[in-house]
C-alpha cells in the first residue's frame, strides 16, 4: 500500500512539472496587423470574428486599425506601422475611430473560428487547436484618451475567456480592470473574478496591483496564463495567472488565483480582450490600443519573444 501511496505522489508531481514547466507549448496564434488592407473582411490574418453580423457590425464600427498620423496624435504602434484601436464611448466622434463607436462590447472574438470575416481572417478555434489543460495569451496595450480622470466607471471586463460550458459570468475566467477614477492611479488596481464567491470580496477576493501605471498613455505587455484543474466544473477548476510589463514571465505573477466556473465547460473556447465596464458608460473619450497578440496552448519558455510583425497567422507550431 504504501509503494502503491508513494508511486501515486510521484506520478503527480511528474504531472505538475510537466503542466506548469515551459517550453511544452506551441504558438497557435500571433499577430501584429501588419497585413492590413484597409478592411477587417479582406486583411488574411485578422484575427478578430463573430459569429453573425449584427455583431461583426459592432466590432468593425467601434474598432479601426491605425499607423502613425496626425489625426490620432501621431501615436506609433508597438512594433511594425500598424495597431488596433477600440472606444468606448458611445457618443463622442473619436478622430482614431473615424467615427463614433456603436456599442461599448465591440463583440470582437478571438479563436472562435467565427462566421465573420466570411471570406478571411485566422479562423482558429481554441476548442480544437488547445487540447492539453494550459493556455497562454499574451498582448501589448495603450489606454488612451481620459482614462485617468473618468469617474463613475464599474470595472472593465479587460480580459474574458469563456469555456465550451456556454456564454454566462459562470462559464467564464474573467480579469477586471479598474478606470483612473480621477485619481493618479499610479499601481493600478486589477481583479480575478470569481463568479461563485459570495459579496465583493469573495467574488473579487484581495485587490491585486499591476506594479506599474497602466494608464499613462504607454504601451505595456500583459501575459495570462489560465489552467483548466478539472473538466467536471468543479470547485476550484480554473486558476489564473497575471503579469504585467514581464513579457516573458521572468518574475512572479502580479495576480494568481484559483476560482470556481461551474458552468465552464470541459475545455477552452474564445475570449475577449475587453468587454464592457459592468454597465456603466464613459462620458467622454476612453480607448484602448492593441498590437503584438499571440496565444499558445500551454506555457512558453522564457526565451520565446514576440515575432509577428508580419501580421500573419502562425500556420506552422513553432
Not at 485578422?46 to 461583426?56: D, E, L, P, Q, R
Not at 471570406?119 to 484618451?145: E, P, Q
Not at 485617468?148 to 471586463?157: A, E, I, M, Y
Amino acid at each position: 500500500m504504501k509503494k502503491i501511496l508513494v508511486l501515486s505522489l510521484v506520478l503527480s508531481a511528474i504531472i505538475c512539472v510537466v503542466c506548469y514547466s515551459p517550453g511544452y507549448a506551441q504558438r497557435i496564434i500571433a499577430y501584429g496587423f501588419e497585413d492590413w488592407t484597409g478592411n477587417e473582411n479582406t486583411a488574411p490574418g485578422y484575427i478578430f470574428s463573430s459569429v453573425a453580423s449584427t455583431y461583426w457590425n459592432m466590432h468593425v464600427n467601434s474598432n479601426q486599425v491605425r499607423t502613425q498620423n496626425a489625426s490620432c496624435g501621431n501615436k506609433t504602434a508597438h512594433s511594425g506601422q500598424y495597431y488596433i484601436h477600440r472606444q468606448f464611448n458611445t457618443t463622442i466622434t473619436d478622430p482614431c475611430l473615424g467615427g463614433v463607436a456603436t456599442s461599448i462590447d465591440d463583440h470582437g472574438n478571438l479563436g472562435l473560428g467565427g462566421t465573420y470575416p466570411t471570406s478571411s481572417g485566422d479562423k482558429t478555434a481554441l476548442r480544437s487547436a488547445i487540447t492539453g489543460n494550459t493556455m497562454t495569451v499574451r498582448y501589448w496595450f495603450r489606454v488612451t484618451d481620459a482614462w485617468k480622470t473618468q469617474t463613475g466607471l464599474g470595472l472593465c471586463k479587460f480580459f474574458r475567456l469563456y469555456g465550451t460550458g456556454g456564454s454566462t459570468d459562470p462559464a467564464s475566467l474573467i480579469v477586471h480592470i479598474a478606470g483612473g477614477g480621477g485619481t493618479s492611479n499610479t499601481n493600478t488596481a486589477f481583479h480575478i473574478y470569481d463568479p461563485s464567491g459570495s459579496g465583493w470580496s469573495g467574488s473579487y477576493g484581495t485587490v491585486l496591483r499591476a506594479g506599474a501605471d497602466l494608464q499613462d498613455g504607454n504601451w505595456h505587455s500583459v501575459t495570462i496564463v489560465v489552467r483548466l484543474n478539472n473538466t467536471v466544473n468543479a470547485a476550484g477548476n480554473v486558476t489564473a495567472r497575471v503579469w504585467f510589463d514581464d513579457w516573458n514571465m521572468a518574475g512572479d505573477p502580479q495576480g494568481e488565483r484559483t476560482v470556481t466556473c461551474p458552468s465552464f465547460g470541459a475545455s477552452f473556447d474564445h475570449f475577449n480582450l475587453t468587454q464592457n465596464w459592468s454597465a456603466t458608460y464613459p462620458s467622454s473619450l476612453m480607448g484602448i490600443d492593441f498590437d503584438d497578440i499571440e496565444v499558445w496552448n500551454g506555457l512558453p519558455s522564457a526565451s520565446d519573444r514576440p515575432s509577428m510583425v508580419t501580421g500573419l497567422r502562425v500556420t506552422e507550431a513553432q
